[in-house]
């Protein structure tokens, strides 16, 4: 069966593949579309296999709250520039909705799972490969749910180079829990407040300021003084609520959540790539390796 122009363009609409590639697979199953669909897509997952050693420490986080729902999520890739990718942008939001409506546990869970459109998530992104040309991971992802009486606070910061989501429960003021969205992007705390602090850590915590006094020379009787001062401080780097308002400097965190008569009761922020080791690719040494080759 002779393969026409019309064919590869209506191919080429459905798989996203380039103009050779859906040509080479109409003439490799005798013009049958369906079965060029399959051929792309087998070819579109060998292609993701390649990929599969290459380091995605780029992408971006997104959250969408549908009610009481929310999910935040972070997908990977190799470059920046792929991250501002319309297809990439659009498989995010769709795997978004995969997972806030079907709330897996876990990414495995995830992966595994199967979409609207029929194919599994791995299988969609492993699509999604081909068509784009990089390695895309879903890194990982949180869904919340709240009562009517609670507010979630959403803030992507630098077109989704971090994203925070928070959960204020007892207030419905989802500006005032998004302003506390957007302090956990600046300031990163580790803890709500103090309590979640373990002794363990504070008295690692006293130990290393208790020694830093000696080692200045502070008299032994207000060392312990100091300490505690310091050891106040410490918090303020950590704790969520102990930290100087980033709208109101004047204001704790705690004073502001107090005011909208509701709790913090969970924050999660993700940075892009944050714990991923980047390659660090040398041009030089790369050129200079094609050359010999050569």
Sequence with gaps: MAVTAQMV??????????????????????????????????????????????????????????????VLLEVNAETDF????????????????????TKPETVEEATASTMSNGLTVADHISNAIAKIGEKITLRRFVVRTKTDNDA???????GGRIG?????????DSQAAKDVAMHVAALNPTYISRDEVSEEEVDRERKVLTEQALNEGKPENIVAKMVEGRLGKY??????????????????????VKSTGGTVTEFVRYSVGEGIEKRQDNFAEEVMSQVNKG
């Design 9 to 70: 363009k209506e191919l080429r609409e459905k798989t996203g593949a380039g103009m050779m590639d859906c040509k080479k697979a109409l003439v490799e199953v005798n013009g049958d579309i369906d079965a060029a669909v399959d051929f792309l897509r087998e070819k579109g997952l060998s292609s993701a296999a390649k990929k599969a050693d290459r380091i995605a420490a780029e992408g971006t986080t997104y959250i969408l709250e549908e009610g009481n729902d929310a």
């Design 82 to 101: 792929v991250a501002k990718n319309e297809g990439f942008q659009i498989l995010v939001k769709e795997l978004a909705e995969h997972l806030l409506a």
């Design 152 to 158: 979630f606070g959403s803030y992507l910061h630098m």
């Design 235 to 256: 918090f303020e780097d950590v704790c969520l609520l102990d930290q100087s308002f980033v709208k109101n400097s004047d204001q704790k965190v705690r004073e502001f």
């Design 164 to 172: 925070v989501l928070v959960t204020l429960e007892g207030s419905s």
